[in-house]
């Protein structure tokens, strides 16, 4: 017996178009009955002559990348050809494909599934693929390709676009009364159940105002009337039917997939209530894919937030999400309790809002699509610029930042040139995107940045150790020689009554094959970092500044961060701060406020206190030490804390805020992880 979503009409349109012969791309959004009419199509061919082939583009290696091998030993279990040709990629898949179609005299119906987030590039490679073998081998097969528009986005993205030409594309988007009222009677037909036209007519109006046209949950309550012989009881649209939907998987699915980012995508789906042209978002873009956000037609522009069921699902998920939202967490002291503080976080012209960065790591190891038109790296992934600025805009941040701070490893390996030339573009991107100019870009190089066995005509700084492709690309992106021992970057607030000084001090000094992941400081540069906090003090005595905060920013962790396996441990083969109490003495004399690393990938707060070793009576001053995650790095890099994160930090003038922002599971957004109080 055919399965409902037989009867919707772009179904029944894609089944003509394959019946005369015309390749597909077929467009719907995610819940909307693909899969199942796919297997439809798949039972037809059975008996037929016909063969179906399932190809997916989920079959992928442990990189994530199509494994070509076990795509062709499952097609060809089902095609009955060749076995144990050796396939090393796309071209030898597409070279056997066309062999084997000669030696079949079956029609061919290639059914292509695996469109998702995440696997965009895997998907539209297949596509590709398929697009040229119609090319060359027309009218031998023809091909129904699914999509959730993940890939129809993708598309736009890639350098080099290709038209799939050779494939009509149908897009199923939201029902009408009529489409649903002829479903309707197609269906009952089938099924040889009695469903007059008044009947139907009165039928789809119902469905329409409960499921917003929405195809998986017309599908749940067209299955559930047929069920009842179109012959619902007086109270079925009252009571009955909401709790049909509320069971369905359609709505379970939805709402599962919302809570990647509740807050984010439920006030981002509410905006549409009203219909409005969207703007170009990450959210916008999950939500017309979860067909949450709709428009009635490929042609119109603006979207709307599905009626019925979804609306009330996307507010109900929305007013959860109110309840639940975190809290900040207020640190009063020391020695005084954890104390919490509810409500939205406010700032003015006297806060310094920052944004902290680390462990970029551009390279193979990068998780990321890189911004140049040049590489095609990641490029089903966001860019690392995208993802901070859909965060900050969010947040209501962009235009209102004072400093981007990036503690180091912005490559993997600091012999290669072309990846500090990648790393200054995503540098670049994440400044234009959210505002800054270079002059308030605060950085230091990372233990990846430098080269160790650097040839005889480097400048080595100590065992063949050099870091000049690090202070080339450092003098290329802010445009002024870095000095490698210490700099300083000041900023005034936006009131001018408050300065914000950031002390750049390298750690590399030992790092190379005889120190691995050993940080340290030397004395020469605490030394000028010393003259420069003097120099800068005499100017404010004539600036009259109210208020001056002074930050440091280093690589390495002050305290151990390590996640070494018990026999690294064991050879010593483990990362500090070989002089950790001598940078503590340091921020402890200058009344430091923060020392901000990168590093080991582990985000960490600690507060803690130098003793004085020569004056008991000496006042001591508590110095928090912040670290930062990996911004960049792919996920099988990010040890024991699995997400990639940043810091925004809002230092006013009496206390400090870090906002502690982690990647979601499906790596699309950034959200929440936790927010820190800090008096001062």
């Known amino acids: 017996m055919a ?46 002559g016909t063969a179906g082939l399932l190809v997916s583009s989920l079959t992928r290696l442990a990189s994530g990348r199509l494994d070509y091998q076990r795509l062709w030993d499952e097609t060809t279990l089902q095609l009955s050809g060749e076995t144990g040709v050796r396939i090393a990629g796309i071209e030898d898949y597409k070279q056997a494909f066309r062999e084997a179609l000669s030696e079949t ?13 995440g696997n965009e590039e895997n998907h539209a490679e297949l596509l590709d693929a398929f697009h040229y073998l119609l090319r060359n081998d027309s009218g031998r097969f023809v091909v129904l390709a699914t999509d959730d528009y993940s890939s129809y986005a993708y598309r736009e993205t890639r350098p080099i676009k290709s038209p799939w030409v050779y494939f009509e594309e149908v897009h199923c988007l939201s029902l009408d009364k009529e489409e649903i009222r002829e479903s309707l009677l197609e269906y009952a037909r089938h099924l040889g159940q009695t469903l007059t036209p008044i009947a139907a007519n009165r039928l789809a109006l119902q469905i329409l105002k409960a499921t917003g046209g929405h195809a998986g949950l017309v599908l749940t309550v067209v299955a559930d009337l047929a069920s009842r012989s179109w012959r619902p009881p007086a109270r079925y649209w009252g009571e009955y039917r909401p709790e049909v939907l509320r069971g369905s998987h359609v709505l379970l699915a939805l709402s599962e997939a919302l809570k990647e980012d509740r807050w984010g995508l439920c006030q981002t789906a ?33 979207l709307w937030l599905c009626s019925g069921a979804i609306t009330r699902m996307v507010e109900e998920i929305d007013e959860q999400a109110k309840a639940t939202r975190p809290r900040i967490g207020t640190v009063l002291s020391m020695e005084m309790p954890r104390m919490f503080l509810e409500g ?5 012209e006297q806060t310094f809002v920052t944004v902290h960065l680390s462990d970029l790591h551009v390279s193979d190891k990068h998780g990321f699509r890189l911004p140049s038109v040049r590489s095609i790296q990641n490029q089903n992934a966001r860019s690392v610029a995208d993802l901070l600025f859909e965060d900050l805009k969010a947040l209501e941040l962009i235009g209102k930042l004072d400093v981007l701070i990036v503690s180091g490893d912005f490559v993997w390996d600091g012999k290669k040139n072309e990846d500090f030339h990648r790393a200054r573009e995503v540098i670049e991107a994440i400044l234009e ?14 233990n990846h940045d430098i080269e160790w066995g650097a040839g005889e005509l480097a400048r080595a700084t100590h065992e063949h150790v050099s870091r000049e492709n690090y202070d080339a690309f450092s003098e290329l992106l802010r445009q002024r020689r870095p000095d490698q021992k210490a700099d300083l970057v000041v900023i005034p607030s936006r009131s001018g009554s408050r300065k914000l000084r950031i002390l750049e001090l390298n750690s590399t000094t030992v790092e190379g094959k005889a120190a691995p992941g050993i940080g340290y400081v030397s004395s020469a540069a605490l030394d000028r970092a010393g003259e420069l906090l003097q120099g800068d003090d005499r100017l404010n005595r004539t600036e009259q500044i109210k208020q001056v905060i002074t930050w440091i920013v280093v690589h390495h962790h002050v305290f151990p961060a390590t996640s070494a396996m018990q026999e690294d441990a064991g050879r010593k083969n483990i990362s500090v701060m070989a002089n950790a109490d001598e940078l503590l003495y340091f921020a402890s004399r200058w009344n430091v406020d923060l020392i901000l690393h990168g590093h080991e990938h582990q985000p960490s707060v600690t507060v803690a206190c130098r003793w004085p070793v020569n004056r008991p009576d000496e006042l001591v001053s508590p110095v928090t030490v912040i670290g930062v995650g990996s911004i960049g790095v792919h996920s099988n890099y ?24 982690c990647l979601g599971d499906k790596g699309v957004m950034f959200g929440s992880h936790g927010d820190l109080f800090l008096s001062r």
């Open 433 to 446: 995107k959210t505002g800054l100019g270079r002059d308030r870009l605060v950085m230091v190089p990372g």
């Open 344 to 348: 939205d976080l406010e700032f003015d």
């Open 105 to 117: 005299s079956s029609r061919v119906v290639v059914l292509l599934a695996g469109a998702r987030r």
């Open 270 to 302: 509410l905006e549409y209530r009203e219909p409005k042209v969207p703007e170009k978002s990450v959210r916008i873009e999950i939500l017309q894919q979860l067909g949450i956000l709709q428009r009635w037609r490929p042609s119109v522009w603006k």
């Open 3 to 48: 399965h409902i979503v037989e009867f919707l009409p772009k179904f029944q349109q894609t089944r003509r178009l394959l019946d005369g012969g015309q390749s597909v791309l077929l467009y719907a959004p995610k819940y909307h009955g693909k899969r199942r009419f796919l297997d439809a199509v798949r039972e037809s061919c059975q008996g037929s």
């Open 638 to 661: 990010l040890s024991p804390f699995r997400r990639n994160h940043y810091y925004i930090l809002y230092r006013r003038p009496d206390d400090i805020v870090v906002r502690s922002r």
